[in-house]
């Protein structure tokens, strides 16, 4: 079964940091680009930071780039995601999410997602 | 940023109604859209990629249609564990964007 497994959520006060991970199983997680994605009651889903299949390249949303790094380590199958600078707004659960590619250069999917993990930045 | 616009945010049903839930991009993504069911307290699950093409394991009362600009998902006949949130995606262009979702509600 295709399985990911976040961990590392919790709470942590402005200006704080965290590293959040995500443990991939049941497919050749070598082979896949991931994706975090965020969600907030408020602002709904919302895309975060994306690694390609060997962690040669990234790219971010605008509102992280500079306090967030996407990682990967293919030899223990686990993906993560280091934030530093919190603020209030980067209050959310964090889903971790496997791309799935089509045939057209960006026609892919998200499947599957992990469970998420809640981060909350408060005082 | 492309915006994904899914309007109402909210609408009620009943059990054995057809339900058609629209999805609107602010500008062309051919049909670079996918669909997701999420229910409380639970991830996104992929039921529609590409626009129409229904993920394995999905229930075929589940159906996508639409290209450039303006897509729908429609449930053919809405069963009580249809009861949830729907988003839709688009991946034309970065960044990757969602629609807010729509919540079907029991009548």
């Known amino acids: 079964e295709v399985q990911l497994v976040e961990s590392g959520g919790g709470s942590v006060q402005p200006g704080g940091s965290l590293r959040l991970s995500c443990a991939a199983s049941g497919f050749s997680f070598s082979d896949y680009w991931m994706h975090w994605v965020r969600q907030t009651p408020g602002k709904g889903l919302m895309w975060v930071s994306r690694?390609?299949?060997?962690?040669?390249?990234?790219s971010y949303a605008d509102s992280v780039k500079g306090r967030f790094t996407i990682s990967r380590d293919n030899a223990k199958n686990t993906l993560y995601l280091r934030m530093i600078r919190l603020r209030a707004e980067d209050t959310a659960v964090y889903f971790c999410?496997?791309?799935?590619?089509?045939?057209?250069?960006?026609?892919?999917?998200?499947?599957?997602w992990g469970q998420g993990t809640l981060v909350t930045v408060s005082a | 940023d492309i915006q994904m616009t899914q309007a109402p945010s909210s609408l009620s049903a009943s059990v054995g109604d057809r339900v058609t839930i629209p999805c609107r991009a602010s500008?062309?993504?051919?049909?670079?859209l996918n669909w997701y069911q999420q229910k409380p307290g639970k991830a996104p699950k992929l039921l529609i990629y590409a626009a129409s093409h229904l993920q394995s394991g999905v229930p075929s009362r589940f159906s996508g249609s639409g290209s450039g600009t303006d897509f729908t998902l429609t449930i053919s006949s809405l069963q009580p564990e249809d009861f949830a949130t729907y988003y839709c995606q688009q991946s034309y262009s970065p960044p990757r964007t969602f629609g807010g979702g729509t919540r079907v509600e029991i009548k």
């Open positions: 999410v496997r791309m799935i590619r089509g045939v057209k250069p960006t026609l892919d999917w998200f499947d599957p």
């Open positions: 500008q062309y993504i051919n049909n670079y």
């Open positions: 690694i390609n299949s060997d962690g040669t390249t990234t």
